[in-house]
């Protein structure tokens, strides 16, 4: 089945060429065909199955939503009653959820069949998926390369065909990165845009849910149906969700602006300058402007991002502590133990190192001089940030500072592993919608993506520029 | 800014994590190392700038103090991994 867009599976099954049933086998073999890139750490094969049976009966009946004839992955950190749930992590192994997260329920009332469970880094903690208990998902386009992370499983599964789309989260690039690095769409919406109920906290003043697609326009289409305000998210905007169908032609044309500190920076491997480069020059062409700025805020955005995201990690981790569920070590013999020994077991070392890093920023002593000025860094970030997009259309940037690099390359030193992050924790720090934007490296032949970050909620107009620059 | 032992042991037992010593170890490298480079935040002047501390823009929204039940007695205690009909169960609290 070459079909990959929602639109073009919708299309085979509307002619009657494809049904429900038939997606979901093809789907299904391509997942057993190509199980060594480890994309999944659980199949519903005989529930998908199940289900893609009812959906044809309200297909011929004329009733069926949406999304019907779409096969959605879910990235192991978002809650699907009765499905397991572990966050990449030993200390969930076992845990069912009791709830469907919102974001997850929306498409599924749209009649999305949902046909497993994604790989990630554990608790969405990495780049690379390599930090993950499950082991790391591999990059399909070249199988000793890293997916990108931490959303590696959804990336791949979308980039493989294992699925149709498929659902990761991003706290500091975990969808737009893995998606740069597989060539395929990835979309982080505006803070408080879709409802985090029912994904399991890492960094909750950054955390989003986002997509992998094949297609600007399936981004689109899986926004408008998850978006909007969720009484059981009182960070979810109260802002009415809009109509994100991209138009068909348009002579729109917009103001851009690339980063000088972006360009100039010292781990951008000269490749991906190439790359991006030779994208500015094709936007240029087509009569958008194009414009260097300067951002002497660059250097600051990781430190800020790592002081706060994981002083909230540490404070949301701490709900892990062997009593009510996940695991418990066997060697306890009192309260305190039964917590610090379930813990060391069950969580991974990055987890445990962000987790004292955390901790560190917030104890008494070290509070105000990392955290607090951390969130006064966060402030200047954003108001500046909101500046230039007063006056420009979108800020655009490489989306990562390298290719896909190689399994186990960059474990060792982990500032290496923390600066892949540089261009994507921007729009986190400021809550604003980005978009990883497909694009290769014509001569090695591996993914190098591009990023365009928008104004608050206006992801209809990335996602219309995005698809406009990716056809140039 | 190098960290101690004495540091490492005193966030370690607040974060409820229990650190042998060649971990001990290198979480003083590690988290020195990261230490050093956040430090860079100090360079910025932040003076009279507000801590950006919501950044949905929603304001709490109140709803009616209702009881409703959410999840059931069983459920609740399904995942527990260790637990009789009532209750979770952990080790003995006081001797």
Known sequence: MPSKTIKEIQDLILKGNANCEKVVKHYLSSINEQKHLNAFIEVFEEEAIERAKEIDLKIREGNAGKLAGVVVGIKDVLCYKDHSLTCGSGILKGFKSLYTATAVQKLIDEDAIIIGILNCDEFAMGSSNETSVYGPTLNAVDNERVPGGSSGGSAVAVQAGLCTVSLGTDTG????????????????????????????????????????????????????????????????SSSAPENYQLEESTTKTYKVAYLAEALNHEGLSPQVRDVFQETLSKIKEAGNQVEEIKFDLLPYLLPTYYILTTAEASSNLSRYDGVRYGHR?????????????????????????????????????????????????????????????????????????????????????????????????QASLCGLPSLNIPFSNKKSGLPVGVQITGKPFKEKDLLQAGNFFSKL | MKINKETVRKIAHLARLELNESQEESMISELSEILDWVEKLNELDTEGVEPLINISGEVNRWREDEAKLTISHKEALKNAPEHDDDFFIVPKVVE
Request: proline share 4%; glycine share 6%.
């Open chain 1, 173 to 236: 690039g975990s969808v737009r990165q893995p998606a740069g690095f597989c060539e395929v769409w990835g979309l982080k919406p505006t803070y408080s845009r879709i409802s985090r109920y029912g994904l399991a906290s890492y960094a909750s003043s950054f955390d989003c849910i986002g997509t992998f697609t094949n297609s600007a326009e399936d981004a689109a289409l899986l926004l408008e149906i998850m978006s909007g305000e969720d009484e059981k998210d009182s960070t979810s």
């Open chain 1, 329 to 425: 070590s066997d060697q306890a013999e009192n309260p305190e133990m039964l917590y610090k020994k379930s813990r060391t077991e069950g969580f991974g070392p990055e987890v445990q190192k962000r987790i004292m890093l955390g901790t560190f920023v917030l104890s008494a002593d070290y509070f105000d001089a990392y955290y607090v000025k951390a969130l006064k860094a966060r402030k200047l970030i954003r108001n500046k940030t909101l500046e230039i997009l007063k006056e420009y259309d979108f800020i655009i940037t490489p989306t990562a500072p390298t290719e896909p690099f190689k399994l186990g390359e960059k474990n060792k030193d982990q500032m290496e592993m923390y600066l892949g992050d540089v261009f994507t924790v």
